[in-house]
């Protein structure tokens, strides 16, 4: 599944980055690797973006680019 | 740059935005440092001396960045001044690599990108009480054995760690590091990426090795308070709540001061009078000079208290939970959440509005913020707002207890707001359409605001607007003097102006100043646009103001006190230019203002591009005239229409 359908409170893995080299690339920078443990804490009031907890920081994206984010539980 | 290139020593402070390496370099270098922009663009080149050992050296401290292949502007110079790649620049000898330890993986990935390209590195570790309260333990000499880089834990408000970093940076200059070579991964299947894979392998192993965390979340804290802050209902609530109390606080808390600032010239403008004696250049001095610089002078307060409350916004890290609040509602017109802070901002004034929104990635985005910015209500407005509602609605209400000026001046600014939504959609699917560009935001945590960065923010704000003050508004306001003061006679003969004035003294009697200002360059061209103005419902007189309002709007308010004859430092408060603006007459003594025709005047205000300043920095942001042009053209056409609606449409319902 996408980072997008992970229930909030949620805890996950990555297993891959896809989509737009230019945000993929990004992403990646930022720590969302493959491997890298993901957890959904929240969504924004009108629904988007989401807050994701990586490496120990919150980072937020728009389910746009939560989309290209693969995980598994 | 730097001219002297062999014996000046540069340190770079880099690191990733929200580490502390402003706390950090204002530690560092105190109030000795120095602001401006990097030539062409409007990112902030901050630089302040420090010594090494013996030598003195410049520190420079460059704009956040997350990694050298940079995504926005910011991001871009941060990375070529590292590499020694920025032109204007000196590659720096050494670079000091603020790394935040709460968050340590993901600062460190910059740290490992700058090694691999063996530019001397130290890493100076912030926030470790924090970590440490937390009650994570580190080891800083296991951490630094396994990145291969020198690491001081720093405390800029004790002052913990400075020496050492200052020793260290120095023995930088005689052994250059190695440089760092990661070994590739071997599951090559990632491409391009694969570096990335390498660089947090090698971080995850070294802080594994080094640190041990805590198994209780240390990020509890800030979540708990996001409960509230980004909730679903509460969290909007309290964003409108805040804004509310900034604004509210912003325009009571300065009245005092801004009142003073004013009396300060009034005097100040009245002292030259009484020691230079009548003449040119007393009149230069007192009604060109002070009263031009002293009227956007009074606004130093607001801009302060502005400032103050967006560096506590900052801060404390609330304004990106704002930009995550706002974002789907921002991206329905094709704005970035991040617009938020830039927009927010030109409600004091455009200028610092329009250099924030540097932070927004994509161009496109970028300048459809820009261009829409200087439809806030600066504050430059307000005393042009204030004048026409204290002389055209004072004491009126509705129904009997809602304040008509109140009222109107809340529609003032919900105007220019509405405005602005329009025309970001209309552009952002025109001119400036393009896919949507990708959001990636960080949340920073939760913390206490530190004093001084907050100071040292509001003094460098304040001080940029002086000079600004001192240069810019200075040579307007004089050319605006002269175009209202000469010529002096109808019939100029060759000689000096002085001589003219003498003769016609001795002569006739003076003219009065409103028949010099007909007579002006700046009445002669207040008469040739009013066609233009007249089916706004302004005559000529109102077209001097208007004209000299382009080049700062709140320069209507004493062009108009200057126009009525009424004294030459009056301020929108004053009873006289209240009354005086109540008591004009056009030439066929029917009153020059009605409620409608104020009405339409605040309208035209709220819509026109009428300041230098931001068309000035509009040209810098976008690097090309065609911008400010089309800003100018586009606002003031738009003001135009929307004013001839507004006085067309009141006569129809019956208004004078």
Redesign the interface.
């Known amino acids: 599944m996408t980072l997008t359908e992970l229930p909030v409170g949620q805890n996950a893995r990555v297993t891959s980055v896809n989509g737009n080299s230019v945000i993929v690339h990004r992403l990646m920078e930022m720590g969302v690797i493959p491997g890298a443990a993901v957890e959904m804490v929240k969504t924004a009031p009108f629904g988007d973006p989401i807050e994701v907890r990586v490496r120990g920081y919150s980072l937020a994206m728009r389910k746009n680019e939560a989309d290209s984010i693969e995980v598994s539980a | 740059m730097n001219g002297a290139a062999s014996s000046q020593i540069i340190i770079a402070l880099a690191g990733n935005p929200n580490a502390g390496k402003t706390t950090l370099f204002n530690s560092l270098t105190g109030l000795r440092q120095k602001v401006a922009n990097y030539p062409g663009v409007t990112v902030e080149r901050k630089q302040g001396p420090w010594s090494v050992g013996e030598r003195p050296a410049q520190i420079i401290d460059l704009p956040g960045l997350?990694?050298l292949?940079a995504?926005s502007l910011d991001e871009q110079i941060a990375s070529e001044v590292i590499q020694g790649k920025y032109a204007a620049e000196q590659k720096p000898d050494v670079v000091i690599c603020v790394v935040d330890a709460?968050?340590?993986?993901?600062n460190l990935?910059l740290v490992t990108q700058i090694r691999e390209l063996g530019i001397p590195v130290v890493i100076a570790l912030t926030m470790i009480d924090v970590f440490e309260r937390q009650k994570h333990e580190i080891d800083v000499d296991s951490l630094s054995r396994q990145l291969r880089t020198p690491i001081v834990a720093v405390n800029a408000k004790d002052g913990r760690g400075i020496d050492e970093l200052e020793r260290i940076v120095e023995s930088l200059f005689d052994e250059k590091p190695s440089i760092l070579d990661l070994p590739m991964p071997e599951e090559v299947s990632?491409g391009?990426?694969s570096r990335?894979?390498a660089r947090?392998k090698f971080i995850s192993n070294a802080v594994q090795e080094s640190v041990r965390h805590n198994d209780q979340d240390?990020?509890r804290f800030?979540?708990k308070i996001?409960r509230v802050l980004?909730?679903?209902?509460f969290?909007?609530v309290i964003l409108v709540g805040i804004l509310l109390l900034v604004f509210q606080t912003i325009f009571s808390w300065s009245s005092v001061p801004m009142d003073l600032l004013e009396k300060g010239f009034g005097a100040a403008a009245d002292f030259a009078r009484d020691q230079l004696g009548p003449g040119m250049l007393t009149d230069l001095v007192a009604d060109g000079i002070i009263a031009g610089v002293g009227g956007v002078v009074v606004f130093l307060p607001q801009i302060l208290l502005l400032f103050f409350f967006i560096s506590i916004l900052e801060d404390t890290g609330y304004m990106?939970r704002a930009?995550?609040?706002l974002?789907?509602?921002m991206?329905r017109i094709g704005l970035h959440?991040k617009a938020f802070l830039p927009l927010f901002s030109s409600f004091a004034c455009a200028i610092p509005g329009i250099m924030a929104t540097r932070t927004i990635e994509n161009r496109r985005d970028r300048f459809a913020t820009i261009m829409i910015a200087p439809f806030m209500s600066c504050s430059a407005r307000l005393p042009v707002y204030t004048l026409m509602i204290a002389a055209l609605f004072a004491g009126q209400s509705f129904f009997g207890f809602i304040s008509v000026g109140a009222v109107l001046m809340l529609a003032m600014y919900a105007l220019g707001i509405v405005v602005a939504i329009v025309a970001a959609f209309i552009l952002k699917r025109t001119i400036l359409s393009g896919p949507?560009p990708?959001?990636?935001?960080?949340?920073?945590?939760y913390r206490v605001p530190n004093v001084r960065t907050v100071i040292q923010n509001m003094i460098t704000r304040a001080w940029l607007f002086l000079k600004r003050a001192g240069t810019v508004i200075l040579a307007i306001s004089i050319v605006l003097w002269a175009l209202m003061y000469f010529p002096r006679a109808e019939v100029s003969p060759a000689g000096t102006t002085a001589v003219v004035v003498d003769a016609q003294a001795n002569t006739v009697e003076p003219l009065p100043e409103s028949e010099q200002l007909k007579n002006s360059f700046a009445g002669r061209l207040g008469h040739l646009i009013e066609p233009v103005i007249s089916p706004l419902g302004f005559d000529w007189k109102t077209g001097v103001a208007l004209i000299a309002s382009f080049a700062a709007r709140e320069v209507l308010v004493s062009t108009l006190s200057i126009i009525y004859n009424v004294g030459k430092d009056e301020n929108e408060e004053s009873e006289s230019l209240i009354s005086a603006v109540r008591d004009a007459k056009r030439e066929d003594g029917k009153p020059t203002w009605t409620p409608l025709t104020g009405l339409t005047l605040m309208v035209f205000f709220v819509l026109a591009m009428q300041c230098m300043s931001t068309l000035a920095v509009v040209r810098r942001e976008t690097n090309s005239w065609r911008w400010p042009l089309f800003m100018m053209a586009y606002m003031t056409a738009l003001a135009y229409v929307a004013a001839l609606i507004t006085y067309q449409g009141g006569r129809l319902l019956g208004f004078e």
């Open positions: 997350y990694s292949d995504t709460t968050n340590l993986e993901r990935y990632v391009d990426n990335i894979f947090y240390s990020h800030s979540e996001d980004t909730h679903r209902f969290g909007l990106a930009a995550f609040l974002d789907k509602l991206s959440g949507p990708p959001f990636l935001m960080e949340l920073p945590p």
